[in-house]
T-cell receptor
Framework: EAGVVQSPRYKIIEKKQPVAFWCNPI?????LYWYLQNLGQGPELLIR????????DSQLPKDRFSAERLKGVDSTLKIQPAELGDSAVYLC???????????FGPGTRLLVL | EDKVVQSPLSLVVHEGDTVTLNCSYE??????LLWYKQEKKAPTFLFML????IEKKSGRLSSILDKKELFSILNITATQTGDSAVYLC???????????FGSGTQLTVLP
């Protein structure tokens, strides 16, 4: 069974530029999560999708961050414009609906210069 | 606000040693506690615990949950250099339906 797929693995951009991350969850997993992980910290939830609906986006900085999961499968997270403080690892995870066990992708390491 | 605290923050041991990692939590409507291992990539799932006093075991790793005292421990016996990683503890809230992670314990196993 294929795991959670993310791309790109690494991204270096200049501040004020836009950037997008893509995630394809494990087949059959209705719930998809985007997390941000800073160095030395645990992952922090940005947004949770149940199928195509964003059911918890309370921690997503909506002035510059947006996400979509149009067909309830893969998802895109966008930052526009990026700031220096956005440098971090962006992790995507998925789970079966209602199950607490989440499976993580390899993450996208973002560096904003 | 849900909270997870892990200790120690970092630990350096030699191969063959036994280590115990700690996780305490405060969460509304506790459903489960999960342990993950994170090397330089994605966190990989180790254990999910829902009931007090029942040990989960996988090879040299084991974990147990105490729902009365609100903590869990992860034990690793006969450590190997390949055990070097960050170990993350997370709790799942049935209310928020999300995981809250601790900051992790950085384990380094020296040959």
């Amino acid at each position: 069974e294929a795991g959670v797929v993310q791309s790109p693995r690494y991204k270096i951009i200049e501040k004020k530029q836009p950037v997008a991350f893509w995630c394809n969850p494990i087949s059959g997993h209705n719930t998809l999560y985007w997390y941000l992980q800073n160095l030395g910290q645990g992952p922090e939830l940005l947004i949770r999708y149940e199928n195509e609906e964003a059911v918890d986006d309370s921690q997503l900085p909506k002035d510059r961050f947006s996400a979509e999961r149009l067909k309830g499968v893969d998802s895109t997270l966008k930052i526009q414009p990026a700031e220096l403080g956005d440098s971090a690892v962006y992790l995507c995870a998925s789970s079966v609906a209602g199950d607490s066990t989440q499976y993580f992708g390899p993450g996208t390491r973002l560096l904003v210069l | 606000e849900d909270k997870v605290v892990q200790s120690p923050l970092s630990l350096v041991v030699h191969e063959g040693d036994t280590v115990t990692l700690n996780c305490s939590y405060e969460v509304t409507n506790f459903r489960s506690l999960l342990w993950y291992k994170q090397e330089k990539k994605a966190p990989t799932f180790l254990f999910m615990l829902t009931s007090s006093g029942i040990e989960k075991k996988s090879g040299r790793l084991s974990s147990i949950l105490d729902k009365k005292e609100l903590f869990s421990i992860l034990n690793i016996t006969a450590t190997q250099t390949g055990d070097s990683a960050v170990y993350l503890c997370a709790v799942f809230s049935g209310s928020a339906r999300q995981l809250t992670f601790g900051s992790g314990t950085q384990l380094t196993v020296l040959p």
